[in-house]
T-cell receptor, first 115, second 108 residues
Framework: NAGVTQTPKFRILKIGQSMTLQCAQD?????MYWYRQDPGMGLKLIYYSVGAGITDKGEVPNGYNVSRSTTEDFPLRLELAAPSQTSVYFCASSSRLAGEAYEQYFGPGTRLTVT | GQSLEQPSEVTAVEGAIVQINCTYQTSGFYGLSWYQQHDGGAPTFLSY????GLEETGRFSSFLSRSDSYGYLLLQELQMKDSASYFC?????????FGKGTRLHILP
């Protein structure tokens, strides 16, 4: 199992450009999440999904969009990038079977700089 | 809304015991998790408490008191490799919200 994979690892964007951060998991998890982490800070939930075709907003959804057409993939779209979106982006997934500890498995992160 | 409070930094000596506290305010509470993150790395899961009491996993233990909206992570026999940031996270049904993290410094 590869677990949770994210691409790209690093990216520099100019203000106003758009891009898609890719996230995929091969553990057949229903739940997937996008977080951003600013330097020295905690993780802020951007969007999450409880299954294919279902997405919901987290704490800081403005400026982002997501889709969940398959169980495996959960891409995050940035439209009109702004310097405030400079951050490290983590994708995570979890299983919600009864009796499980609701452990989230995180990808390695995408380091995004907007200049 | 929701809020989680944990100390920003804690310092302890190698071989000692340290406790990292977390208090939370949330509209719907299902459980409290703890994650470890080394510099430049991704968070990794340590523990989850849904019910009151102590959960032990090796050198790490986690405690929850739902009536006090409080939990803690206890690390025993500290090793230099435990130097990292530790996050508490509240599960609100389908959402998982993280605190700002506690940076643990370990002195030799």
């Amino acid at each position: 199992n590869a677990g949770v994979t994210q691409t790209p690892k690093f990216r520099i964007l100019k203000i106003g450009q758009s891009m898609t951060l890719q996230c995929a998991q091969d553990m057949n998890h229903n739940y997937m999440y996008w977080y951003r982490q600013d330097p020295g800070m905690g993780l802020k939930l951007i969007y999450y999904s409880v299954g294919a075709g279902i997405t919901d907003k987290g704490e800081v959804p403005n400026g982002y969009n997501v889709s969940r057409s398959t169980t495996e993939d959960f891409p995050l779209r940035l439209e009109l990038a702004a310097p405030s979106q400079t951050s490290v982006y983590f994708c995570a997934s979890s299983s919600r079977l009864a009796g499980e500890a609701y452990e989230q498995y995180f990808g390695p992160g995408t380091r995004l700089t907007v200049t | 809304g929701q809020s989680l409070e944990q100390p920003s930094e804690v310092t302890a000596v190698e071989g000692a015991i340290v406790q990292i506290n977390c208090t939370y305010q949330t509209s719907g509470f299902y459980g409290l998790s703890w994650y470890q993150q080394h510099d430049g790395g991704a968070p990794t899961f340590l523990s989850y408490n849904a019910l009151d009491g102590l959960e032990e996993t090796g050198r790490f233990s986690s405690f929850l008191s739902r009536s006090d909206s409080y939990g803690y992570l206890l690390l025993q026999e500290l090793q230099m490799k435990d130097s990292a940031s530790y996050f508490c996270a509240v599960r609100e049904e389908d959402k998982i919200i993280f605190g700002k993290g506690t940076r643990l410094h370990i002195l030799p």
